[in-house]
Protein backbone atom coordinates (compact mmCIF):
# COMPACT_ATOMS: atom_id res chain seq x y z
CA UNK A 1 0.00 0.00 0.00
CA UNK A 2 1.70 3.28 -0.97
CA UNK A 3 1.98 5.77 1.37
CA UNK A 4 -0.04 8.10 -0.81
CA UNK A 5 -3.04 6.65 -0.78
CA UNK A 6 -3.22 6.97 2.97
CA UNK A 7 -2.67 10.87 2.42
CA UNK A 8 -5.19 11.60 -0.07
CA UNK A 9 -7.67 9.92 2.79
CA UNK A 10 -6.68 12.21 5.15
CA UNK A 11 -6.86 15.13 3.45
CA UNK A 12 -10.13 14.43 1.90
CA UNK A 13 -11.36 13.47 5.37
CA UNK A 14 -9.80 16.76 6.88
CA UNK A 15 -11.73 18.70 3.95
CA UNK A 16 -14.93 17.25 5.56
CA UNK A 17 -13.97 18.19 9.00
CA UNK A 18 -13.45 14.63 9.97
CA UNK A 19 -10.50 13.18 11.28
CA UNK A 20 -8.34 9.88 10.10
CA UNK A 21 -8.91 7.76 13.11
CA UNK A 22 -7.23 4.28 12.92
CA UNK A 23 -10.25 2.61 12.31
CA UNK A 24 -10.53 4.35 9.31
CA UNK A 25 -7.14 4.06 8.12
CA UNK A 26 -7.51 0.06 8.72
CA UNK A 27 -10.46 0.23 6.76
CA UNK A 28 -8.68 1.58 3.60
CA UNK A 29 -6.19 -0.90 3.94
CA UNK A 30 -8.98 -3.23 4.29
CA UNK A 31 -10.48 -2.09 0.72
CA UNK A 32 -6.86 -1.56 -0.81
CA UNK A 33 -6.02 -5.08 -0.42
CA UNK A 34 -9.30 -6.83 -1.29
CA UNK A 35 -9.13 -7.48 -5.19
CA UNK A 36 -13.04 -6.67 -5.85
CA UNK A 37 -15.52 -4.45 -3.92
CA UNK A 38 -16.41 -6.48 -0.77
CA UNK A 39 -19.25 -5.97 1.54
CA UNK A 40 -19.61 -5.21 5.49
CA UNK A 41 -19.92 -8.93 6.19
CA UNK A 42 -16.99 -10.25 4.40
CA UNK A 43 -14.83 -7.34 6.59
CA UNK A 44 -16.06 -8.88 9.52
CA UNK A 45 -15.13 -12.07 8.28
CA UNK A 46 -11.41 -11.20 7.58
CA UNK A 47 -11.27 -8.86 10.80
CA UNK A 48 -14.08 -10.15 13.47
CA UNK A 49 -12.81 -7.66 16.13
CA UNK A 50 -13.67 -4.86 14.65
CA UNK A 51 -17.65 -3.80 15.43
CA UNK A 52 -19.91 -3.87 12.81
CA UNK A 53 -21.47 -0.77 13.69
CA UNK A 54 -18.25 1.07 13.86
CA UNK A 55 -17.25 -0.57 10.19
CA UNK A 56 -20.73 0.44 9.09
CA UNK A 57 -20.60 4.27 10.72
CA UNK A 58 -17.44 4.66 9.03
CA UNK A 59 -17.40 3.38 5.84
CA UNK A 60 -20.53 5.97 5.84
CA UNK A 61 -17.76 8.54 6.70
CA UNK A 62 -15.07 7.74 4.17
CA UNK A 63 -18.31 7.61 1.79
CA UNK A 64 -19.04 11.40 2.46
CA UNK A 65 -15.61 12.14 2.01
CA UNK A 66 -15.09 10.77 -1.16
CA UNK A 67 -12.40 8.10 -0.49
CA UNK A 68 -14.45 5.33 -1.16
CA UNK A 69 -17.48 4.27 -3.29
CA UNK A 70 -20.29 1.94 -2.96
CA UNK A 71 -21.13 -0.65 -6.03
CA UNK A 72 -24.82 -0.95 -6.36
CA UNK A 73 -25.95 -3.79 -7.05
CA UNK A 74 -29.91 -5.29 -6.53
CA UNK A 75 -28.01 -7.63 -4.31
CA UNK A 76 -28.98 -6.75 -0.07
CA UNK A 77 -25.48 -6.14 0.98
CA UNK A 78 -23.55 -2.95 -0.61
CA UNK A 79 -19.99 -3.55 -1.57
CA UNK A 80 -17.21 -1.11 -1.02
CA UNK A 81 -13.96 -0.10 -2.58
CA UNK A 82 -11.87 3.20 -2.98
CA UNK A 83 -12.53 5.87 -4.71
CA UNK A 84 -12.16 5.24 -8.29
CA UNK A 85 -9.47 8.35 -8.81
CA UNK A 86 -7.49 6.86 -5.83
CA UNK A 87 -8.02 2.55 -6.45
CA UNK A 88 -8.03 3.51 -10.69
CA UNK A 89 -10.55 3.85 -13.72
CA UNK A 90 -12.89 -0.02 -13.94
CA UNK A 91 -15.33 -1.10 -14.59
CA UNK A 92 -17.31 -4.18 -13.05
CA UNK A 93 -18.82 -7.99 -13.64
CA UNK A 94 -21.99 -8.33 -11.98
CA UNK A 95 -23.24 -12.18 -12.08
CA UNK A 96 -27.10 -12.04 -11.52
CA UNK A 97 -26.66 -15.70 -10.31
CA UNK A 98 -24.77 -15.41 -7.18
CA UNK A 99 -23.99 -11.69 -7.17
CA UNK A 100 -20.31 -11.06 -7.18
CA UNK A 101 -18.78 -8.58 -8.22
CA UNK A 102 -15.36 -8.26 -9.96
CA UNK A 103 -13.55 -5.69 -11.02
CA UNK A 104 -12.43 -5.79 -14.42
CA UNK A 105 -9.54 -3.02 -15.91
CA UNK A 106 -10.26 -2.57 -19.76
CA UNK A 107 -7.49 -3.02 -22.22
CA UNK A 108 -6.70 1.04 -23.10
CA UNK A 109 -7.39 -0.09 -27.07
CA UNK A 110 -11.32 -1.09 -26.15
CA UNK A 111 -11.66 2.17 -23.84
CA UNK A 112 -10.86 4.70 -25.96
CA UNK A 113 -13.46 2.77 -28.80
CA UNK A 114 -15.86 2.94 -25.78
CA UNK A 115 -14.88 6.56 -25.19
CA UNK A 116 -15.25 7.35 -28.84
CA UNK A 117 -19.35 5.75 -28.94
CA UNK A 118 -20.25 7.16 -25.81
CA UNK A 119 -18.78 10.78 -26.74
CA UNK A 120 -20.76 10.68 -30.15
CA UNK A 121 -23.90 9.71 -27.79
CA UNK A 122 -23.61 12.48 -25.42
CA UNK A 123 -22.14 14.72 -28.37
CA UNK A 124 -26.07 13.95 -29.88
CA UNK A 125 -27.69 14.86 -26.34
CA UNK A 126 -25.69 17.87 -26.20
CA UNK A 127 -23.64 16.47 -23.06
CA UNK A 128 -19.93 17.13 -22.63
CA UNK A 129 -18.77 13.59 -21.47
CA UNK A 130 -16.53 13.91 -19.14
CA UNK A 131 -16.04 10.49 -17.42
CA UNK A 132 -18.07 7.12 -17.48
CA UNK A 133 -19.24 4.25 -15.04
CA UNK A 134 -20.11 1.11 -16.74
CA UNK A 135 -21.24 -2.43 -15.19
CA UNK A 136 -21.68 -5.18 -17.08
CA UNK A 137 -24.25 -7.52 -15.87
CA UNK A 138 -24.45 -11.61 -16.30
CA UNK A 139 -23.64 -14.48 -15.35
CA UNK A 140 -20.10 -15.52 -14.12
CA UNK A 141 -17.69 -18.28 -15.20
CA UNK A 142 -18.21 -20.41 -11.88
CA UNK A 143 -21.84 -20.35 -12.51
CA UNK A 144 -22.26 -21.30 -15.98
CA UNK A 145 -19.38 -24.07 -15.40
ZN1 LIG B 1 -22.05 -16.19 -10.44
ZN1 LIG C 1 -14.57 -1.81 -8.62
ZN1 LIG D 1 -13.97 2.75 -18.80
Known amino acids: ?11 RLVGDGQRYTSIRR ?8 AE ?13 NLAQSSVYRNLNVLEQAGV ?19 GGH ?10 TVRDVQVPDAVE ?5 SLDSLAAMNGFEL ?16
Open 36 to 48: HPITIPDIMRLHP
Open 130 to 145: RHHRLDLLGVCGACRA
Open 1 to 11: MSADIHQIAAS
Open 112 to 116: SALDE
Open 90 to 99: HHHLICERCG
Open 68 to 86: IARVVTDDEWARFELAEDI
Open 26 to 33: QLVDILDA
